[in-house]
């Protein structure tokens, strides 16, 4: 399947074309580990539940094996 441009609801890597967000990831993955405070607030259609649920899905990498 070819991807396309998104623009309602969330994207999906493997069928929107996307942004690479690692950077921001790695970022907020910091402010995670230092116990830091951090938003996610933008205007509407901006990308705000495709990097919360991208956040969901990298620190469950990171910290699955100590949630056991």
Avoid: E
């Amino acid at each position: 399947m070819a991807r396309i441009f998104n623009v309602n609801g969330v994207c999906r890597p493997n069928r929107h074309y996307m942004v690479d967000l690692s950077s921001r990831l790695a970022a907020i993955k910091k402010m995670v580990d230092d116990g830091a405070y951090f938003t996610i607030n933008k205007a509407r259609q901006y990308g705000k539940t495709t990097m919360l649920q991208a956040l969901a899905h990298y620190l469950l990498f990171w910290y699955q094996d100590s949630a056991n």
